[in-house]
């Protein structure tokens, strides 16, 4: 596997070896030990998640406040573009973002740590979208960074009409978090 850093602290790109034939393929999508060794991810993993979406349906960015989730993230089916946006206060990279393509065919996931931001749009015309988490979800503890937020000034996509849910339209600024 190929790991690379971004821009934010922790967070990484993986791109998992690939064995394909005419048959189809087969990967890894997660192997402790080396996931460990070569992404630098320690935590454990307690909760699996699955969502379908269709195009320009935008998720997020989303967060935990006082247990915040590590995600591992990754596209089964479709496309999207993935936002992970720096929210601890104490990060060199506060208020910055970091977004990558993720898909079926490029098979790259994301390691996003606990105390970033998370989300994505759909480019396809539906994804499928899993990911592993570091800690449970708590309806009660999530936040909601605002997608659009002009002092993080994420350039997402062209051509993209987002489709928002109603918790997503009153999401807060990096600054009123």
Known sequence: MNVVKTSLEGVVIIEPKLFKDDRGFFLETFQLKRYKEFAGIELSFVQDNYSRSSKNVLRGLHFQKRRPQGKLVRVVRGQVFDVAVDIRKESPTYGQW???????DNQRQLWVPPGLAHGFVVLSDLADFE?????????????????????????????????LSAKDKTALTIDDL
């Not at 970091?98 to 079926?104: F, N, T």
């Open 131 to 163: 990911y592993k988490c570091t800690d449970y979800y708590d309806p009660s503890d999530e936040g909601c960074l605002m997608w659009d937020d002009p002092s993080i000034n994420i350039v997402w996509p062209k051509g993209i009409e987002p489709i």
């Open 98 to 104: 970091e977004g990558v393509i993720l898909s079926e």
